[in-house]
């Protein structure tokens, strides 16, 4: 069974462009969340898609946003970009149906702002 | 609201001595709490949950950890270390099956000194 797939694995930006990402979760899964991870703030949620809804969403500004395909695949976008948005941002897939809700990552998209 | 507080950002130990990384956790519902370890520049993979049934969990690569309620703790152990174990290794709790939206600790590192 193929694992969660992200896409571009890495990438460079300059200030106050937008850059869009993208995931394809385990098959079957439903659910989708996105994370951010820098050496300073760790893991922080993003948000969460579940059949097309954002289910869940974290505390980041609007340039953050995201959606959901009808096949489960998910593209985040961010808009404007800062040198702070500089980070690993993480993909994870889980099932989402009555199952403890362990989450399968992918390996992440590295965004480099300059 | 939800919190985990991972005691240590760095362990350093020898190889087969004793792994021992401390999570507490702050959650007002019952909660569902994972332990997940990464490697350099890869995703975050699972070692283990507690989904309220046994307290003692056993996960792969010989890590366990015992969920203590009364202590709001979720260690994580491993009798002896291995070179492979150096990661980095996160604690994150959830406060239902769907652990789409999970509150991660700051990470511990862990070294395994030859």
């Known amino acids: 069974k193929a694992g969660v797939t992200q896409t571009p694995r890495y990438l460079i930006k300059t200030r106050g462009q937008q850059v869009t990402l993208s995931c394809s979760p385990i098959?079957?899964?439903?659910?989708v969340s996105w994370y951010q991870q820098t050496p300073g703030q760790g893991l922080q949620f993003l948000f969460e898609?579940?059949?097309?809804?954002?289910?869940n969403k974290g505390n980041f500004p609007g340039r953050f946003s995201g959606r959901q395909f009808s096949n489960s695949r998910s593209e985040m976008n961010v808009s404007t970009l800062e040198l702070g948005d500089s980070a690993l941002y993480l993909c994870?897939?889980?099932?989402?149906?009555?199952?403890?809700?362990?989450?399968?990552f992918g390996e992440g998209s590295r965004l480099t702002v300059l | 609201a939800q919190s985990v507080t991972q005691l240590g950002s760095h362990v350093s130990v020898s190889e087969g001595a004793l792994v021992l990384l401390r999570c507490n956790y702050s959650s007002s519902v019952p909660p569902y709490l994972f332990w997940y370890v990464q490697y350099p520049n890869q995703g975050l993979q699972l070692l283990l949950k507690y989904t309220s049934a046994a307290t003692l969990v056993k996960g792969i690569n010989g890590f366990e950890a015992e969920f203590k309620k009364s202590e709001t703790s979720f260690h994580l152990t491993k009798p002896s270390a291995h070179m492979s174990d150096a990661a980095e290794y996160f604690c994150?709790?959830?406060?239902?099956?769907?652990?789409?939206?999970?509150?991660f600790g700051d990470g511990t590192t862990l070294t395994v000194k030859p």
């Open positions: 994870a897939s889980s099932l989402s149906q009555g199952a403890p809700g362990e989450l399968f």
């Open positions: 994150a709790v959830s406060a239902n099956t769907n652990a789409g939206k999970s509150t």
């Open positions: 098959s079957g899964h439903r659910s």
């Open positions: 898609y579940f059949s097309e809804t954002q289910r």
